[in-house]
């Protein structure tokens, strides 16, 4: 095992990567925007800040915690920065798009930073969070439920968003890491009895119907959030995650059959109410069809024809049409990249998320409680499914949700969830590194299998 100070100074040396990467991105932007008359000054600023902050954050990694995993923060780092970078590149193209956007984007990546810090110093053992799992619960269903309020605002048909003054928040996102750290501390202590078997049917051990409750609560929630908010893919989201954790708890795959089934029913009626969800599975059927190209259609049309122009090595920072896309710096961070990094680059982005989650599941599988597992694997796929809702809508493998990359779309609710998630990440890898192995071998496996 590595020690302590070899994987923070692994860290770091990712860090001055990822910080090579971002500020030469940030550079080629300045240089190809203004090719006669650039001043490598102006984004200068942007680049202190991604190295201060992250700096910041690492000697805190340093200071309390160790023994942490060395590669979960500059990935972070690597993928913040090339969004910075491409938000700079969009902004005062559109009128959607104001000049000073990345500006604000690194103000939310700073405290979205600094949440990170005070989680690390908050939470010093992540075994104790598990006896407050019914406040986190209640914390998360009413975080989630926010919008329904008075306070709650519409923004693209989805009810999403809590507004007062000129402040809009998105409450969901925090309610996703509340809800994992319930879920993780609910399944950790009734794995055993939702696992247990009575009948079988039709070469499946099925439990008793009784079991079934907890499935049928977040079927009950997922479907109020598609009912009252609007929303798909915050639905899909929380309902997915609620039934990747237990599966992993149970190993009983009949939760999974069912649970997918039951949201199918509940999406189809939910695209039987509400038109914007016609409309938007509409647009995925016939994204390029004449009658909705120029109109419903064209956002990701021409997110498609950004992925087609950038070819195998895209057209370079700056050089292509990306500002075409409506709300590119939100949705679409991905197609601009698709666009100006080609083929390969947008390769390497999927890549870098991918490698995040491996991480993820590494600590999910070296995590010896079942609340260390259930957490880290709950976390671990938040990250994983809604890197792939958005990257399927943007590429139209699925109907469009609105959910955000993370760490790349400009946004400060989803920089600040993200930020806490891997600090929990980043908690348990240090504390299971850190503490002494217990003399019996640890159920690691799903279900608690060896």
Excluded at 139 to 150: D, K, Q, R
């Amino acid at each position: 095992m590595q020690s302590p100070s070899t994987r923070r100074n692994q860290e770091l040396g990712l860090l001055l990567l990822a910080f090579i990467l971002a500020s030469g991105a940030l550079a080629l932007v300045t240089i190809a925007l203004r090719p006669k008359n650039y001043d490598l000054m102006k984004p200068l600023p942007l680049v202190l800040g991604v190295v201060v902050a992250y700096g910041i954050a690492h000697f805190m990694l340093r200071r309390f915690a160790r023994s942490s995993d060395p590669l979960v923060l500059p990935i972070a780092a690597l993928l913040n920065g090339l969004g910075l970078a491409a938000i700079y590149r969009l902004e005062g193209t559109r009128d959607d798009i104001p000049v000073g956007i990345a500006g604000t984007q690194l103000l939310w990546a700073v405290l979205g930073l600094a949440c990170f810090v005070a989680t690390l110093l908050l939470i010093r053992d992540y075994k104790e969070i598990a006896r407050y799992k019914y406040i986190f619960g209640f914390a998360g269903v009413g975080l989630l439920l926010l919008p329904v309020t008075p306070l709650g605002q519409t923004v693209n048909g989805a009810r999403l968003w809590i507004g007062f003054g000129g402040f809009q928040f998105q409450p969901g996102e925090l309610a996703k890491v509340c809800l994992v750290v319930f879920f993780a501390a609910f399944l950790a202590e009734r794995k055993e009895l939702l696992a247990i078997a009575s009948r079988k049917i039709a070469n499946f051990h099925v439990p008793d119907l009784k079991h079934f409750g907890p499935l049928l609560v977040m079927w009950g929630l997922s479907l109020a959030v598609m009912f009252f908010e609007k929303d798909l893919g915050s639905s899909l989201l929380f309902f997915s995650v609620f039934l990747v954790m237990i599966y992993v708890a149970t190993a009983r795959f009949i939760y999974m059959a069912l649970g997918a089934t039951l949201f199918a029913v509940g999406a189809y009626f939910g695209y039987q109410t509400f038109q914007h969800v016609q409309d938007r599975v509409t647009v995925w059927l016939h994204a390029l069809d004449t009658r909705y190209v120029n109109d419903e259609s064209y956002q990701l049309a021409q997110s498609l024809f950004a992925f087609a122009t950038g070819g195998l090595f895209g057209t370079g920072f700056a050089q292509g049409r990306p500002d075409l896309i409506p709300a590119a710096h939100t949705d679409f961070v991905f197609s601009v990249l698709g666009e100006e990094l080609g083929l390969l680059g947008s390769s390497a982005v999927v890549l870098a998320f991918m490698l995040l989650v491996a991480r993820g599941l590494k600590i999910a599988f070296n995590a010896r409680d079942d609340f260390g597992q259930l957490l880290a694997a709950g976390l671990t796929v938040i990250l994983g499914v809604q890197t792939v809702i958005i990257l399927g809508g943007v590429t139209r493998l699925m109907p469009l949700t609105g959910i955000t990359l993370p760490f790349m779309s400009y946004g400060g609710s989803s920089m600040i969830a993200n930020f806490i998630l891997i600090a929990l990440l980043v908690r348990i890898s240090h504390q299971e590194a850190a503490e002494p192995a217990p003399a019996h071998t640890a159920e690691i496996l799903i279900g608690g299998r060896t």
